[in-house]
């Protein structure tokens, strides 16, 4: 998967592939193979070379939703520029609505539990890209929960939490 998705960087239908195929063989595990095989690189950067591309980015955004369950998963992924990754295809997607729901939820995942990403969220226009996909798609009830729990979990820093109420986050949630 990870040879193929190399070779063939410039080829939108072989990320969305190698991104689904990494979403499924990803488990919680930390001694995950696929991990230690920088899974993370290549879709990151399949993500960032097809950031116009729906089915990639959410293939991508899936696949990172996966990925993030445990602490140093995040950490990396944070680290290889996945925060960045996401918001670019959150906002080159807007009306996509499987984009939405799987970039809420892979920033989400991001930000659990971790005080790090939830500052590099923040900077990196995270929280801007959530809120507007909740008010973009206010009647989709899978946009909606990835939405509010990302919020949930931006929300562990006060800074965030200020940031949040004056984007409109508050407002958002309620009319959703």
């Given at each position: 998967v990870l040879a193929g998705m190399r070779a063939h960087k410039d080829a939108a239908r072989v990320q969305k592939q190698g991104c689904r195929a990494l979403r499924y063989l990803c488990?919680?595990?930390?001694?995950?193979?696929?991990?230690?095989?920088?899974?993370?690189?290549?879709?990151?950067?399949?993500?960032?070379?097809?950031?116009?591309?729906?089915?990639?980015?959410?293939?991508?955004?899936?696949?990172l939703s996966n990925l993030c369950q445990n602490t140093d998963?995040?950490?990396?992924?944070?680290?290889?520029?996945?925060?960045?990754?996401?918001?670019?295809?959150?906002r080159a997607n807007e009306g996509e609505v499987r984009v939405q729901m799987w970039g809420c939820g892979a920033l989400a995942g991001l930000c659990a539990d971790n005080a790090a990403n939830q500052v590099?969220?923040?900077?990196?226009?995270?929280?801007?890209?959530?809120?507007?996909?909740?008010?973009?798609?206010?009647?989709?009830?899978?946009?909606?929960?990835?939405?509010?729990?990302?919020?949930?979990?931006?929300?562990?820093?006060?800074?965030?939490?200020?940031?949040v109420a004056a984007l409109g986050g508050i407002e958002a949630v309620l009319v959703g």
């Open positions: 488990t919680n595990t930390a001694d995950n193979k696929v991990t230690q095989l920088f899974a993370f690189n290549a879709l990151i950067a399949g993500m960032r070379a097809h950031s116009g591309a729906a089915e990639v980015q959410e293939a991508g955004c899936a696949a998963t995040r950490v990396t992924v944070a680290a290889l520029g996945g925060i960045e990754a996401v918001v670019a295809g959150m590099k969220v923040a900077v990196h226009g995270g929280i801007e890209a959530v809120v507007a996909g909740i008010r973009a798609h206010e009647g989709v009830e899978g946009v909606q929960v990835a939405g509010c729990l990302a919020l949930v979990h931006f929300c562990g820093n006060a800074d965030n939490r200020v940031k």
